[in-house]
């Protein structure tokens, strides 16, 4: 799995360099995701520009990166393509997540309370 991630401030941002989060990764994204994100940040802003597909195990691993940053860290998605973001709106976890237009305006954004 693919992440490059940078540091700015108190926001990390992961961005994701891979078509597809789904069965066959989704292990790995969670191993990456942990390694990505053991520096302490207040936001960490998940760029998804790339995701072209994601299943119900990509869904699971993604969730399971918010669980694992803790309480005090908010996981943030940006750039969801239309079919990526079809699939979270249709299992509602788009009420689970703040989802950003593209980076920039995730960037930009205060922190949700």
Same mark, same amino acid.
């Given at each position: 799995?693919?992440?490059?991630?940078?540091?700015?401030?108190?926001?990390?941002?992961?961005?994701?360099?891979?078509?597809?989060?789904?069965?066959? #990764?989704? #292990?790995?994204?969670?191993?990456?995701?942990?390694?990505?994100?053991?520096?302490?940040?207040?936001? @960490?802003?998940?760029?998804?520009?790339? @995701?072209?597909?994601?299943?119900?195990?990509?869904?699971?691993? #993604?969730?399971?990166?918010?669980?694992?940053?803790?309480?005090?860290?908010?996981?943030?998605?940006?750039?969801? =393509?239309?079919?990526?973001?079809? @699939?979270?709106?249709?299992?509602?976890?788009?009420?689970?997540?703040?989802?950003?237009?593209?980076?920039?305006?995730? =960037?930009?954004?205060?922190?949700?309370?």
């Amino acid at each position: 799995m693919d992440l490059q991630n940078t540091v700015e401030g108190k926001i990390n941002i992961i961005t994701i360099n891979a078509a597809r989060i789904d069965a066959s #990764i989704a #292990i790995q994204f969670k191993d990456a995701m942990r390694a990505a994100t053991t520096a302490p940040t207040d936001r @960490v802003i998940l760029d998804m520009r790339q @995701v072209n597909f994601v299943d119900s195990s990509g869904l699971g691993a #993604i969730v399971a990166a918010m669980k694992g940053l803790g309480r005090d860290t908010r996981l943030e998605l940006a750039g969801l =393509t239309p079919d990526v973001d079809k @699939v979270f709106r249709l299992t509602r976890m788009d009420t689970v997540f703040d989802i950003h237009p593209d980076l920039a305006a995730a =960037t930009s954004a205060k922190r949700a309370g």
